[in-house]
């Protein structure tokens, strides 16, 4: 069976936003998680290459996750009807470091879902802003 048989197509170019602050208690607590022994932080420090992962992560009631422990399938991503969802991979361009402090947004767009009955890919578009 085919992608053929998925219609995702009105998800196509759907857009989700958010805003999150660049703390320094965040960054702190991931040096500790990586048992790092990074200097104490300062506002205006670059965030480390990829720590953005820590942000804008979703706030959702343990009775709206789903079985596969991410949030139930509603809102911006379609509803993929498999068992379970990953993480695949990503490119990234960091034009200027996101610095401690500072108040950003993240626009993500739905480009494309594409795949198998055992495999969907969806590729989104993400841009980050910084004051």
């Not at 804008?56 to 422990?69: A, E, H, I, N, Y």
């Amino acid at each position: 069976m085919g992608s053929d048989n998925f219609n995702f197509s009105a998800w196509i170019g759907d857009r989700e936003s958010a805003e999150d602050d660049i703390t320094i208690q965040a960054v702190v607590a991931m040096s500790a998680t990586l048992d790092r022994d990074d200097p104490a932080p300062l506002i205006g420090d670059p965030l480390p290459t990829l720590w953005h992962w820590m942000y804008f992560s979703p706030k959702v009631r343990r009775s709206g996750l789903g079985t596969d422990g991410h949030a139930e399938r509603e809102g911006f991503l379609p509803p993929v009807p498999l068992p379970r969802r990953m993480y695949a991979g990503a490119r990234y361009t960091f034009h200027t470091p996101i610095r401690i402090g500072t108040r950003v947004g993240r626009t993500s767009e739905l480009l494309d879902v594409t795949g198998s009955r055992r495999h969907l890919c969806r590729r989104r578009k993400l841009k980050w802003i910084s004051d």
